[in-house]
Each structure stands twice: as C-alpha cells, then as structure tokens.
C-alpha cells in the first residue's frame, strides 16, 4: 500500500458516525406566499402589477411604456410589438429592445426570484441587454423558498437557465444605490391571478 492508499483509507475509517438530516421549518405556507413574493420583488427594486388576464397586461404597457420604439415579446396572446417565439441568430438583433415582456416559469417567495430558461427564451441576453423587462408569472407557480425551487428544476431538461431577481443594480461606487447599471434599468412583474380561467 503506498502513501496514497493509506491516508484514503485512514479518510475512510475516520468518518464521523451517520445522522439523519434536520427537518427544514416550512417559513412561508398557503395564502402568505404571494404577499411574501411581491415584498420581496418590491424590496429589492421590482414592481408587481396582478393582472386577470393578457389584455389587462397590454393595457398596462399601453399606459406605462405608450411610445417605445421596440418591444420584443414570447406572449403570442399578445397584441403588441414583435412576438419572438424563434431563437433569435444573434445578440445584436436585440441591441435596441426597449421593453422585453417574458413568461417567467416560476417565482421564490423568499427572495423575489423568477426562473427563466431556454426553452422559452428566444435568446439568453435578452432579459438583460433590454431597457426595461416585464415577465409574466402565473400565481400558481410560485414556490415558498428556494429548496421547492432547486426540487421543481430536479430533472427538467435545458441547456441554460437563471434566476432574475428586480432590476440591474449596483452599490460597488461609493455605496450608493444605482438602478440599472448593467441590464434591465426597471422590472415590472404581471402576477397572473389563480382565478384567472381564460389568460387572454
């Protein structure tokens, strides 16, 4: 037995004996948890519009963003700008989006967090190299903390994903907040009503 052998076999005979693992309290249950997700998206920047529907979606941007000059959009139920539901061949393509509106697949209470991922994103810089993003999120898709959402990705197939959290911020300069500093200068959350029965 040479050196190598023998310090991973001392390794493996010095394990400390074996414990179940701790029971997680459950910090956010039922009816809390959409309250909590919007706390958490309006803390850090974000702003949560609950809409019943697309139309109550088209007229918000309509009001709140009424001249743009480009929105890109993975929502064919909406009637506005240019629906992408395509990957689209480069970044640059995306250099003047002014408003990007997105479905988000699934939002963390506990930080504000929605999910992402190329499966339906026409391309991974788009959340990011848009002015101002707006993403769709069904209120039945929310999970409590970030342990559900580890478990809800367990096993679902992409080759990229992320989780956005408000807008692009910084506080490196002189601790000062900037919004916007190298994305998505603000980020509107439409939260899809559970009693939505018909999205459009």
Same mark, same amino acid.
């Given at each position: ?5 023998? %310090? ?52 918000? %941007? ?8 480009? %929105? ?56 990011? %190299? ?43 300069i002189e601790q000062s907040l900037v919004i916007g500093a190298h994305g998505a200068r603000s ?14």
């Amino acid at each position: 037995m040479n050196s190598r052998e023998h %310090i991973l076999q001392a390794v493996t005979h010095s394990q400390p004996p074996g414990g179940s693992l701790p029971v997680l309290p459950e910090v956010y249950a039922g009816a809390h948890v959409a309250e909590t997700f919007i706390t958490c998206v309006e803390t850090i920047g974000g702003l949560v519009v609950r809409v019943a529907g697309i139309q109550a979606v088209q007229q918000y %941007i309509e009001t709140w963003f009424p001249r743009p000059n480009r %929105i890109i959009h993975t929502l064919p139920e909406l009637k506005y700008g240019e629906f992408r539901h395509v990957r689209t061949a480069t970044g640059h393509d995306l250099e003047t989006v002014d408003l990007a509106v997105l479905r988000g697949e699934f939002g963390v209470a506990e930080n504000g967090a929605i999910w992402l991922d190329d499966t339906t994103l026409p391309h991974r810089a788009l959340p990011f %190299i848009c002015d101002h993003l707006a993403l769709l999120l069904d209120e039945s898709a929310l999970v409590p903390t970030l342990h559900e959402a580890y478990q809800r990705l367990s096993g679902n197939p992409f080759s990229y994903g992320v989780f956005i959290a408000g807008p692009s911020k910084t506080a490196d300069i002189e601790q000062s907040l900037v919004i916007g500093a190298h994305g998505a200068r603000s980020l509107t959350v439409f939260l899809l009503a559970h009693t939505a029965i018909n999205p459009c």
